[in-house]
């Protein structure tokens, strides 16, 4: 298996990973539109068109061919739109 650079030609496959994940998984939502718009921005950001705040998208691909994961890295979050963070937790006091 390698990791490389997610291309254009992977939103069929990354679709079909995002089926497989179910509705949990929030950060591939299982949405062509949304997953092509996501790899433009990860060809941008593999280009250096936008380095500052790019959008770093990788896939796990099999000797076959299949893609069996991916992974992202932003370069920023906050800069253009709201980035919010959640933790739930319980507290127990004995």
Do not use: W
């Amino acid at each position: 298996m390698i990791i490389r650079p997610a291309q254009s030609s992977d939103v069929d496959s990354l679709l079909a990973l995002a089926h497989s994940a179910g509705s949990g998984l929030t950060t591939l939502a299982p949405d062509p539109d949304r997953i092509a718009q996501r790899l433009i921005q990860a060809t941008d950001a593999f280009s250096n068109i936008a380095p500052r705040d790019g959008r770093y998208l990788f896939v796990l691909e099999a000797e076959d061919g299949t893609i069996g994961g991916c992974c992202g890295i932003d370069a920023a979050v906050g800069l253009r739109e709201a980035f919010y963070s959640y933790k739930v937790n319980t507290l127990s006091l004995i």
